[in-house]
């Protein structure tokens, strides 16, 4: 480990895992076609609506029999929709390794209070037992977590002849990972993760068979009008041709489609997963080398390629207090910050404590590289501070 000040530097020092950096070439003059004051309703501004729609099926390859919605309150609302409009019929299993699907777990059975409703929980850097998951049920899952760092390996784990529905948070790994469609009855993702998109809006994604649930059950408690996907019993095909609940941010939108646009130029959905990938393994090639930090997911077969948690492990800090090892990974976060190297690469604040850094589709392979040396040099600068305060 080298502990001299580096001399190449990130050219973008933008690794949090949401917002996440935006693409390569990106420029607000690109977003000028936006229709700013216009109403949302307005043709121009439906056209636009529509056409990311339209951009989304193609970039990730969504069947077409598959309603693509934009929704509220980013990817939070898009999963509240489904499970508040969907879940209730029959028992649900809600798999949970980090801290949003332990959101789900508390909303499915601490406030919708659904009987036969558990959570099958594991802990960070792990996944729970999928061999056990009962598809009699509705199962409500994280296709890659955020705040852990582990993903599924592939959705073979889920049968083709289910009887339940699977609702799946899809928010990191859509753009990055390949999604097994045949496997998700609902899938939902926001534009600030793999895309590097704004805040705000998010993505809500029906197979037939959610379709099917929405037209024949009815929910025993009230909707707000932000959650209702049906008029009359029927499926609200308005919101998935770009007739929005409430009001979208124009400017937003096209910025999305922006981001579609560079990321078909990249090679579609297989572009943008090659990119990924280069990245992390830039980042987890330095991992395997450097004796002071180690992925927090031991397995490999589940690491994220967009998300990567690391531990510090070297033996002067892992014999600190907890509160102490939390505070020597934030020293190398902070110091980073300070040095415009990296920002936002502290793990969620739910998580063990380390550091986190995001290797989507928008970042460059070369800054990852560049990054790898000066977390060494923080690491040793930390390090030597501890040292001379004993």
């Not at 949302?40 to 729609?53: G, V």
């Not at 809006?201 to 068979?209: A, F, K, S, V, Y």
């Not at 020293?331 to 604040?349: N, Q």
């Amino acid at each position: 480990m080298n502990s001299a000040r580096p001399a190449a530097r990130p050219a973008r020092a933008q690794f949090s895992c949401g917002p996440t950096v935006k693409h390569p070439g990106w420029s607000l003059q690109k977003l000028a076609n936006a229709p700013l004051g216009r109403s949302h309703r307005a043709k121009s501004a439906k056209a636009r609506l529509k056409l990311a729609i339209d951009l989304t099926r193609e970039v990730l390859q969504v069947p077409t029999d598959y309603r693509i919605g934009i929704v509220p309150a980013s990817d939070t609302g898009a999963v509240e929709m489904a499970l508040w409009s969907l879940l209730g019929t029959r028992g649900v299993a809600v798999l949970a390794w980090e801290a949003f699907s332990g959101d789900w777990v508390s909303d499915v059975v601490k406030q919708l209070k659904i009987e036969n409703a558990r959570g099958l929980v594991a802990p960070y850097g792990q996944l729970p037992d999928l061999s056990a998951v009962n598809f009699d049920h509705d199962v409500v899952f994280a296709w890659n977590g955020t705040t852990a760092g582990v993903r599924v390996p592939n959705g073979d784990w889920i049968p083709a002849d289910r009887k339940g529905l699977t609702i799946c948070d899809a928010t990191s790994a859509a753009f990055a990972q390949k999604l097994d469609w045949t496997k998700l009855d609902v899938a939902t993702f926001s534009w600030q993760k793999v895309l590097g998109g704004e805040a705000g809006h998010g993505m809500l994604i029906l197979g037939p068979r959610a379709v099917e649930r929405l037209e024949t059950y009815t929910p025993p408690w009230p909707l707000p009008k932000i959650f209702r996907l049906t008029k009359g019993g029927k499926l609200n095909q308005g919101i998935f041709e770009g007739e929005t609940i409430n009001t979208p941010s124009l400017l937003c939108v096209e910025d999305y489609i922006e981001a579609l646009h560079w990321a078909k130029a990249e090679g579609g959905l297989e572009g943008l997963i090659a990119r990924a990938d280069r990245n992390s393994k830039a980042l987890s090639d330095w991992v395997e080398r450097t004796p002071w930090v180690d992925f927090l997911p031991k397995d490999s077969s589940i690491r994220s390629n967009t998300s990567i948690c690391l531990e510090i492990v070297d033996p002067a800090v892992t014999a600190l207090s907890p509160e102490g090892h939390a505070a020597f990974a934030k020293a190398i976060a902070s110091l980073l910050e300070k040095e415009h190297i990296a920002y936002d690469i502290g793990s969620y604040r739910d998580a063990p404590p380390g550091l986190r850094v995001w290797c989507g589709a928008t970042v460059e392979t070369s800054d990852i590289e560049a990054l790898t040396h000066w977390l060494d040099f923080a690491f040793a600068s930390v390090k030597a501070d501890l040292t001379k305060a004993a």
